[in-house]
């Protein structure tokens, strides 16, 4: 990083160093000018000589402020730009020194109950002496094109059978087909729990660690014990899941091949009811889907819990929930979804505000600039109201140090995560300030400092900076309704001594 920020600096100060032919041939103009209005009206060119040296302190000051408000831009412009090259570089790495999670958004289907049977099929054929001679002489592979494959994996038995109709042969082939016929689950119970951990936490992007807990109930439907096939299909996108169990009636059951997800098959008796519940954990990102059907198909009991700690979106034409209950600050919030008897084709898909750290980092330097250039016009505002002496060296040393406390955030977001990174950079800049300027300007210090920070806050920004410009606002005017107050006081007991 520091090869990176003495490169920028380069690029920066040859870039200024390109400025200094415009900037001496304004100079050389202002000299011709001020010659030549010496020359034409002397006593105009004595009364600017006169109003230049008597306010030259004035205006050096002002020059230091603007020169330590320029350096402290320099500044962070190029720590911006630092930790920019090094989070690039991080995220189109192919290797890394810290876990990366591989998360995307997840989709988990509806599980599907089954029940076997078998049902037999008759395929008639009437052969022509042609034919039937070629039959004779190729084998019956030659009616192939008119009859199902024999070695489909769905059968069970197959019979061929010839009888003669006069000149011509009847071929018929009697085939037994294992099916699988739907059945309806008797009650879904679903609950997802959604933690979310910010980009600004120091990850490359925000992400959330998920427990998911589903319970399903089917009935036998049949007057007779059937073979019965229950099928979890595993979740889309969750990349590795943890703590992964399935009980079938309360018995733990492990699939041997998950191609398929977890498929469990058993006897069921007449009208008995089966439970099954699946737990486990995984990681996901941006949203979370659950698909109920694939076709329009009725479903009697369904609900569906989802608790997450950051506020949700709905996908278009998705279900929306039944309710939704908030936390007292908006951000945590308990979506239920409840069907009943319904038939339906639609799915359940909330997504999620995504921020990335290179991203929210981005926001939070850009800004630190512009977070001077308030510091600069609230401590001139907030010395006018207070009546307190306002020394050019002092505020430029305080507008340096906030900018190396910014930069210094910047620098730390390589060794620490980024909200404690930016707030001890931040704590820095507002102690060398207050050193600089005394403790009674902490308020328009602290409000400087707090600016930037508020896009470490992915999604409520703007609301923070509404509410520290209101802050703002609230003390320059207490401020100065209460300094009339003192400079009255301080005037009584003059009089008075």
């Not at 009206?41 to 008597?54: C, N």
């Not at 078998?118 to 008119?146: C, D, F, H, I, K």
């Not at 703590?243 to 498929?263: E, I, K, R, Y």
């Not at 600089?436 to 508020?454: C, K």
């Amino acid at each position: 990083m520091v090869q990176t920020a003495l490169a920028l600096l380069s690029q920066a100060l040859s870039a200024l160093l390109s400025l200094a032919v415009p900037l001496l041939a304004l100079l050389a103009a202002l000299f011709v000018a001020l010659l030549l209005l010496g020359l034409l009206d002397r006593q105009r060119y004595q009364a600017v000589l006169v109003w230049f040296g008597s306010n030259l302190a004035r205006i050096s000051r002002g020059l230091l402020a603007l020169l330590a408000l320029g350096t402290g831009v320099l500044m962070l412009d190029v720590t911006r730009r630092s930790v920019d090259v090094r989070l690039g570089g991080q995220v189109n790495a192919r290797y890394a020194n810290t876990a990366d999670p591989n998360t995307t958004e997840t989709v988990q289907q509806a599980p599907t109950a089954t029940y076997l049977s078998e049902r037999t099929y008759t395929r008639t054929l009437t052969l022509p002496p042609a034919l039937l001679q070629r039959v004779g002489e190729e084998g019956v592979q030659v009616l192939s094109p008119y009859l199902q494959d024999p070695t489909s994996e769905n059968v069970v038995s197959l019979r061929d059978r010839f009888t003669r109709s006069g000149q011509d042969v009847v071929f018929s082939r009697e085939a037994t087909l294992q099916t699988q016929e739907y059945v309806t689950l008797a009650s879904s119970k679903v609950t997802a729990d959604l933690k979310f951990v910010d980009a600004a936490g120091g990850s490359r992007q925000s992400y959330y660690n998920a427990g998911f807990d589903g319970q399903y109930v089917f009935v036998n439907p049949l007057n007779a014990p059937a073979t019965v096939r229950f099928a979890f299909p595993l979740p889309r996108g969750s990349g590795t899941l943890s703590g992964f169990t399935m009980t079938v009636n309360g018995q733990p059951f492990n699939a041997a091949d998950l191609t398929d997800g977890s498929v469990w098959e058993g006897e069921v008796a007449a009208g008995a009811p089966v439970t099954v519940r699946v737990v486990y954990r995984h990681q996901g990102s941006r949203g979370w889907s659950y698909d109920l059907s694939q076709r329009r198909e009725p479903v009697k009991s369904f609900d569906l819990t989802i608790r997450a700690d950051q506020p949700a979106k709905f996908q278009r034409y998705s279900l929306f929930p039944t309710s939704v209950d908030r936390s007292a600050f908006g951000s945590a919030q308990t979506l239920h979804w409840s069907l009943q008897n319904a038939i339906t084709a639609q799915n359940v898909a909330v997504v999620f505000e995504q921020g990335s750290l290179r991203e929210t980092l981005a926001k939070l330097h850009h800004s630190a600039p512009f977070s001077l250039l308030l510091a600069l016009g609230l401590l001139l505002i907030w010395a006018s109201v207070q009546h307190l002496r306002l020394r050019a060296l002092s505020l430029a040393l305080a507008l340096l140090g906030l900018s190396l406390g910014f930069s210094f955030g910047g620098v730390l977001t390589g060794y620490l995560p980024s909200v404690p990174a930016e707030l001890l950079g931040a704590a820095l800049g507002l102690a060398l300030a207050v050193v600089s300027l005394g403790l009674r300007y902490w308020p328009p210090l602290l409000l400087t400092v707090l600016a930037p920070l508020t896009f470490l806050s992915v999604g409520n920004a703007g609301l923070l900076l509404g509410l520290l410009a209101a802050l703002t606002l609230v003390l320059l005017l207490r401020a100065r309704t209460a300094a009339p107050r003192l400079v009255r006081g301080k005037l009584d007991e003059n009089t008075q001594g």
